[in-house]
Antibody, heavy 116, light 107 residues
């Protein structure tokens, strides 16, 4: 069974970087698919942030392009999100997921609050 | 980006009833619309993609219809486990964009 699990700090200070890890079990991230980050803001708005493909290429939402980086560690079957220069507007629940153009497996999400 | 307008925001129904949720795209997305279910403490579930194709494991009481800009998710004979939050998402072009969600509650 494919499972994804997010981990990382639940509280980040404004202007700092948000860093999250997604650990994948049951599927090797280099075997196929895109490995995505999606977030849900308070009030329920959802935003696709970007992905790293099985081959290592990346695709980011233009709204985040200057602040986001998605990388991976294939030896650990993990991929990572880094979002720089965060503000309170980045407070959200962050999900990692397996995607093609639709997302068939999701993590349970990790809530991140940006606050001083 | 393609804007997705989802309605209604809230919906109350009883087990056994049928409900419909609508999603309208700001431009044509052909048939490329997905529906997801979200419930507290559970991973989000892909229900339908490409407008009407049921994801493996989705019960047949769920159906999707539409093309172009207007789409509908219909749930027939509601079961207690169907109550939760539903999202539409266009998968015609990047970036994928979501509707604002519909909360389906028990009446």
């Amino acid at each position: 069974e494919i499972q994804l699990q997010e981990s990382g700090p639940g509280l980040v200070k404004p202007s700092q970087s948000l860093s999250l890890t997604c650990s994948v079990t049951g599927y090797t991230i280099t075997s196929g698919y895109d490995w995505s980050w999606i977030r849900k803001f308070p009030g329920n708005k959802m935003e696709w942030m970007g992905y790293i493909s099985y081959s290592g290429s990346t695709n980011y939402n233009p709204s985040l392009k200057s602040r986001i980086s998605i990388t991976r560690d294939t030896s650990k079957n993990q991929f990572f999100l880094q979002l720089n220069s965060v503000t309170t507007e980045d407070t959200a629940t962050y999900y990692c997921a397996r995607s093609t153009v639709v997302t068939d497996y999701w993590g349970q999400g990790v809530m991140v609050t940006v606050s001083s | 980006d393609v804007q997705m307008t989802q309605s209604p925001s809230n919906l109350a129904a009883s087990p056994g009833e049928s409900v419909s949720i609508n999603c309208k795209a700001s431009k044509s997305i052909s048939k490329y619309l997905a529906w997801y279910q979200q419930k507290p403490g559970k991973a989000n579930k892909l229900l339908i993609y490409s407008g009407s194709t049921l994801q493996s494991g989705t019960p047949s009481r769920f159906s999707g219809s539409g093309s172009g800009t207007d789409f509908t998710l219909t749930i027939r004979n509601l079961e207690p486990e169907d109550f939760g939050l539903y999202y539409c998402q266009q998968h015609n072009e990047y970036p994928p964009t979501f509707g604002a969600g519909t909360k389906l509650e028990l009446k």
